[in-house]
């Protein structure tokens, strides 16, 4: 069930000719929100003004059930250089991961004399899924936030390995605690970039990720697939390779052993592991 104001339920109910537009709002995790009208002006809404001056988007048709059925919505974007994010070109940032956990939230509004919104209801909220990236497109798939149902029960599981995820509330390691800046140095590629920095012992960052703060790639990050000074060998690939002196920001990994968590981190209160459990082969 969907809620209107008395305005739109009138209109509706009216028999007048009216005119509907989609509205699309992405709010990104570092708190950017993005806000396009598929409308030939600038539409204001709730508050916010929505441009008419984004990408192309494309859309799957959107289906209502009840019960708590994951639905997705499939959604192409078709942008070009002068559509940007955050000071990036619309599909760059998207490859580079501006969108990995956005929220989506699609709005439909009513017009009896466009571009003024008589009402509106809401036609999908979801959380921005696996996306691919081509020259001129971004195929992305957003899933319900019925997504958030899908945990393994029960949550709490004796193993030998912590439980929680580095940097969490749970863990309670600062990222900015070991945070460790650089910057780039020649012969770095799309997936190994050599810098200039402190030594660290070989594995130090693995399963950590690389942030760049300034440069071409400011604001893309990549997990960390091996270190090894002086360079860290990236899991993912860059969308270009790095410049000399660009700047970056690298954080440690954990492997959730005890012995990291001491040694590493010296953080054991909080580790939420049970390392001396016996394996499952273990025979009594």
Not at 63 to 75: A, P, S, Y
Not at 125 to 133: D, H, K, N, Q, S
Not at 141 to 164: D, E, I, K
Not at 195 to 211: I, K, V
Request: net charge positive.
């Amino acid at each position: 069930m969907k809620n209107s104001t008395t305005a739109l339920t009138n209109l509706l109910n009216s028999g007048q000719p009216f005119f509907m537009a989609d509205l699309y709002t992405f709010s990104l995790i570092n708190g950017t929100v993005l806000r396009y009208a598929l409308w030939d002006s600038d539409i204001s809404y709730l508050g916010n003004t929505f441009s008419s001056s984004g990408p192309t988007f494309k859309r799957s048709k959107i289906r209502l059930v009840i019960g708590v059925e994951v639905d997705t919505l499939d959604l192409s974007v078709f942008a070009n250089a002068s559509h940007l994010i955050n000071g990036q070109p619309w599909l760059q940032a998207a490859r580079a991961g501006a969108l990995d956990g956005a929220a989506l939230r699609v709005d439909r509004v009513f017009m009896s004399a466009p571009p003024v919104p008589v009402g509106g209801v809401i036609q999908f909220t979801g959380m921005v899924a696996p996306l691919i990236v081509g020259r001129t497109e971004a195929k992305i798939t957003v899933a319900s936030y019925f997504q958030l149902l899908n945990v393994q029960m029960p949550r709490n599981l004796f193993q030998p390995g912590c439980l929680h995820t580095l940097y969490d509330s749970g863990c309670g390691v600062a990222r900015s605690s070991v945070a460790v800046g650089g910057s780039v140095s020649s012969a770095s590629t799309t997936s190994i970039v050599s810098y200039s920095m402190s030594a660290y012992p070989t594995g130090y960052f693995d399963a950590g990720y690389l942030g760049f703060a300034t440069g071409a790639l400011a604001g893309t990050t990549r997990t960390i697939k091996s270190f090894s000074s002086p360079s860290v060998m990236l899991l993912n690939p860059l969308p270009t390779t790095p410049s000399p002196g660009d700047t970056f920001y690298i954080y440690p990994g954990c492997d959730k052993s005890q012995a990291t968590c001491q040694n590493k981190f010296n953080n054991l209160p909080r580790f939420r592991g049970i390392p001396y459990i016996p394996v499952p082969e273990t025979a009594q």
